[in-house]
């Protein structure tokens, strides 16, 4: 395989189709192209963004693989249903979550979540050995002692993603670690004040689903999820979850 100099015409073509890309579909996923309209014309998309048709080719190619748009011949190119696009791929996850107001994205979040990491939970508690648990525990600790929002969603990711690899199922670990970035990269936005408040009783609810792991209680485990996420959405979201 032969790799491009990163100065080379085709390194800044991928750079260009990447920058088109990114911006297309944070304007796709921000609502500034509804779904069944048109996007600008090749033409149009070339002088917007200053790159040439053959970069604006690549970048719709890209998008339409990630779900977000459809070109016909002698129609164009429109913007696709949001239930058409591909939930799970890094990007689509990546611009949701620097919309201003997150909202339906944020619940549909959770509700993904309590349909697998209880599960994961109740699977780690079936397998895991004391090395496992320890990690677990230290985990938690190390929520207790952050003092960041930043270093407390690292420490929450590192957990959920332990548990999710305890699980012993690798469908279950990539789709944790898809669903956790996106969780993670919301957190930060968080207010650094809400820490103090909720701290303490996130941590608890996390040493519990610890305990029960360690105690090899699957239904315990499950259970201990159930609370932390539902928790989590109430926090996020006072409505109903």
């Not at 491009?4 to 192209?33: K, L």
């Not at 690899?165 to 970035?181: A, C, E, I, P, Y």
């Not at 993670?184 to 941590?203: H, P």
């Not at 105690?215 to 996420?229: D, F, N, W």
């Amino acid at each position: 395989m032969t790799v491009a100099a990163s100065g080379s015409p085709s390194a800044r073509a991928s750079n260009h189709t990447h920058f088109v890309v990114d911006q297309i579909g944070r304007a796709i996923v921000a609502g500034e192209y509804p779904a069944d309209t048109m996007i600008p014309l090749d033409p149009d998309l070339c002088e917007m963004f200053d790159v040439s048709r053959t970069v604006v080719r690549e970048a719709k190619k890209t998008l339409a693989a990630k779900g977000l748009i459809q070109s016909k011949a002698k129609v164009g190119t429109h913007v696709r249903r949001s239930d058409e696009w591909n939930m799970f791929d890094e990007d689509v996850l990546r611009w949701h979550t620097s919309v201003k107001n997150p909202g339906r994205f944020y619940d549909e979040l959770f509700e993904i979540r309590l349909i697998f990491e209880p599960a994961a939970a109740a699977a780690a508690a079936r397998r895991a050995n004391e090395v496992d648990c320890n990690l677990l525990f230290d985990l938690c600790d190390r929520l207790a002692g952050a003092t960041s929002r930043a270093d407390f969603a690292v420490a929450d990711y590192e957990f959920h993603h332990h548990v999710l690899k305890l699980s012993g199922n690798r469908f279950l670990h990539s789709l944790g670690d898809m669903v956790q970035t996106a969780l993670y990269s919301l957190f930060l936005i968080e207010a650094q004040e809400n820490l103090l408040a909720i701290k303490a009783e996130v941590v608890r609810n996390h040493r519990d689903i610890a305990k029960a792991i360690a105690s090899g209680v699957p239904e315990a485990a499950h259970t201990a999820m159930l609370k932390v996420i539902r928790e989590g959405h109430a926090r996020a979201n006072p409505g109903p979850a």
